[in-house]
């Protein structure tokens, strides 16, 4: 159940990027609020490509940490949910760059995942099976269409896609395309 404050937030995403210098306490209460809205799909995107809960959180923090200090100088953003995905996309990046990860998860990998992803499944078996599944699944996809899939699952609209992963709208659309195609046939086959 969704507190007043949450709904309100959801509902006014431009009055959050409205800041002025000086509103420190008010901004800070904001992005306080905002933080319990989308700090659980920022750490499910960010965890998705680092593959490390610890590294996971402190690049979800550390994306709510520069939105504090943009909305402190006065900057105007639009979107808030887009602009934390995009944000949070570079923070992985750059993460990725200082210490890159495989493509390939071996069998200690998929367990590690396992134990870390929060999940709301009923049982640990369910939980264990339904990500290999979709490790086994999202291996098969290019890191591009890895990307796209999950900032959708996240509920982000392929305008907001296009805007945090710097590509065209007509560019997510078929790389979405694609990469569900991919999906079917590794179901079917």
Request: charged share 30%.
């Amino acid at each position: 159940m969704q507190s007043e404050a949450v709904r309100e937030i959801k509902a006014c995403w431009g009055q959050v990027a409205c800041g002025r210098p000086g509103e420190s306490a008010e901004l800070e209460r904001t992005v306080g609020e905002v933080f319990v809205v989308l700090r659980d799909p920022i750490y499910r995107y960010v965890f998705s490509t680092v593959r490390n809960a610890g590294d996971a959180e402190d690049l979800t923090q550390e994306a709510f940490i520069r939105l504090l200090r943009d909305l402190r100088k006065g900057h105007a953003i639009e979107n808030v949910k887009a602009w934390l995905f995009r944000v949070a996309h570079n923070l992985v990046i750059d993460f990725s760059r200082r210490s890159p990860v495989p493509e390939s998860l071996d069998a200690a990998a998929n367990q590690r995942m396992t134990e870390e992803m929060p999940d709301p499944s009923p049982s640990a078996e369910e939980r264990a099976l339904d990500w290999a599944s979709r490790c086994r699944l999202l291996r098969t996809l290019a890191p591009q269409e890895r990307r796209c899939m999950e900032l959708r699952a996240e509920g982000l609209r392929y305008r907001e896609i296009a805007e945090i992963l710097g590509i065209k709208i007509p560019t997510v659309q078929t790389t979405l395309d694609r990469a569900i195609k991919k999906i079917v046939e590794q179901r079917n086959g």
